[in-house]
């Protein structure tokens, strides 16, 4: 069995609980395409078999995200899931928060919360938090697409809609959020409602899954791929699936690539005029 279940995470449930799941069912090797924090719910893509060798391929796919966001705390973990400490700061209005988005917006430098799965010297930064050890991890670029406030949930709590490339952690932007508008802030939920081409709408709970009904939730994975399909003939196809490169008049990038008898293979690379198998996901 090759292919993605879009599983709808339940919050408290672990995305390495849900894989399992999925593997128990399908008795396939498996992975997700980017976890979520065991207190977020959502869109958690879980790769089957051969599929799981897109991973990197997920990496850069946008995500949109519904959060609300806690003002006037901190917290260890920038979230609700550890002790929280009142700030005796300025609690900012709807107008003030709107006001300071688009400064949040775009290509920005974002530095990752303690307590993530960052490595910091082989070790993970939620590992080292936890023993106490003091660290620092470095600024990296992220993109937010947009940030839109939906709604005050009370004097203190907001929920807004956010698209953002991967890699985002949507508690640092709650922090640095606060901090533009000079108070503090932690997230208090979090639900992912896409990730690439999986959406909510056609994701499904693991606990109406079972081993007989499985396939009928199986997403193909020639289908999450937007690029063009190329289909060799006998002799391309010969030194092709056996490792080689060969001559191609195709512009340069990635394609769907097909056996000669019309099944879906895997991905291929046209690079300097040359096509080549990248990786097999049939």
Known sequence: ????????????????????????????????????????????????????????????????????????????????????????????????IAEILPALTGEIMQIPPKYSAKNVNGKRGYMLARQGVEFELQPKKVNIYSIKLTKQLSEN????????????????????????????????????????????ENSVKTSALTSENLREYLIPTESVLPFEKIYPNEREAKKLFNGLAVESGLAEGLYKIYTVEKSFYGLAEVHGGMLKVRTKLC
């Open 1 to 96: 069995m090759t292919g993605f279940i879009n599983v709808d995470k339940q919050e408290g449930a672990s995305s390495a609980g849900e894989v399992a799941v999925i593997k128990r069912l399908s008795g396939s090797p498996c992975g997700h395409m980017g976890t979520l924090d065991p207190m977020a719910s959502g869109v958690l893509p879980i790769a089957i078999g051969n599929a799981a060798r897109l991973f990197d391929y997920f990496l850069s796919k946008r995500k949109k995200y519904a959060a609300t966001f806690l003002f006037g705390y901190d917290s260890p973990t920038l979230d609700t899931q550890s002790e929280l400490v009142k700030k005796d700061r300025n609690i900012p209005t709807a107008a003030e």
């Open 157 to 200: 709590q907001f929920s807004f809609e956010i698209e953002c490339g991967g890699g985002t952690y949507i508690r640092s932007l709650a922090r640095d959020m606060a901090a533009a508008c000079g108070s503090f802030a932690v997230m208090s939920a979090l639900r992912r409602t896409q990730s690439g081409i999986f959406t909510e």
